[in-house]
């Protein structure tokens, strides 16, 4: 996978290493301190696979009273979060977002770099059929399969190989969870599933695009960042001003 880095300040001195770090040694194979905070695709929590957690996710983003992908800063974190996994999300990639989250300690943390969700759209009338699972799967994998750059840091550290955690769904699950009647779904994507992390503030920061052409989402963008504080609120360091934040190429 192509990286390419161009960050427009020195104050983001961690993301300008991590950028060099991945374009000069892209096959290290020792792997790096955030890449052993995190489960591998075939991981499981609890006896939920990674992708039956994916499905999950879409499920819980979609049926919020308001999307938590267009949250501005944090303030929806907590919004249906249950169970051992708490879910972050991205953005609708018309924005760039930087939240911050109070998260109890104990808990795996479930986060997007890029995906897609295709879903049947039912039609009325009886000779009305729906789309076979293998062709939403086939639409919700078109973008996924040219992504164009990516970059995922934990505390400042690369993850290695951010395309190894290329992860699809079981299958096809309902939209609305527990409603075989609602509109039948494949998702795929990029997603980080990241062990417990220790009491105190941490940082995790995502860039990514698609390069898939102009229909659709082909070009879609994410730029994020999250402070997260597990385990209660900790004191914050100076807050930098937005024109100080790291960038990744290509992502607006």
């Keep these: 996978m192509r990286i390419t880095c161009n960050l427009r300040t020195a104050v983001a001195a961690a993301l300008i290493a991590a950028c060099g770090a991945t374009l000069s040694h892209a096959a290290d194979k020792a792997g790096t301190t955030a890449d052993a905070m995190l489960l591998p695709p075939d991981g499981q929590v609890d006896g939920e696979t990674f992708g039956a957690l994916t499905s999950r996710w ?12 267009l949250d501005p800063d944090g303030r929806l974190c907590e919004l249906g979060q249950e169970g051992p996994v708490w879910f972050l999300a991205g953005t609708d990639g018309t924005f760039n977002a930087r939240r911050e989250c109070v998260i109890p300690a104990d808990r795996h943390i479930l986060v997007p770099i890029i995906n897609m969700r295709y879903s049947n759209v039912r039609r009325h009338g009886a000779d009305a059929l729906p789309i076979p699972c293998k062709v939403l799967q086939q639409s919700a994998a078109v973008n996924n399969e040219r992504l164009g750059s990516a970059i995922a ?13 290329r992860v699809r769904s079981d299958g096809c699950f309902p939209l609305v969870a527990d409603d075989e009647t609602s509109p039948s779904t494949a998702a795929d994507g990029y997603w980080l599933l990241i062990k417990p992390l220790p009491p105190g503030r ?3 920061t995502i860039g990514a695009n ?4 102009d229909d659709g989402y082909g070009r879609m963008v994410q730029n994020f ?4 504080h597990v385990g209660g609120r900790t004191e914050m360091a100076l807050e930098l001003p937005d024109r100080s934040r790291p960038r990744v190429a290509g992502l607006r």
């Design 225 to 228: 960042e999250y402070v997260l």
């Design 202 to 204: 941490h940082t995790l």
């Design 153 to 165: 840091l934990i505390d400042g550290v690369r993850v290695t190989d951010v395309a190894r955690y």
């Design 58 to 69: 879409w499920q819980w983003s979609e049926h919020m009273p308001v999307a938590p992908f």
């Design 210 to 213: 698609y390069d898939a052409g």
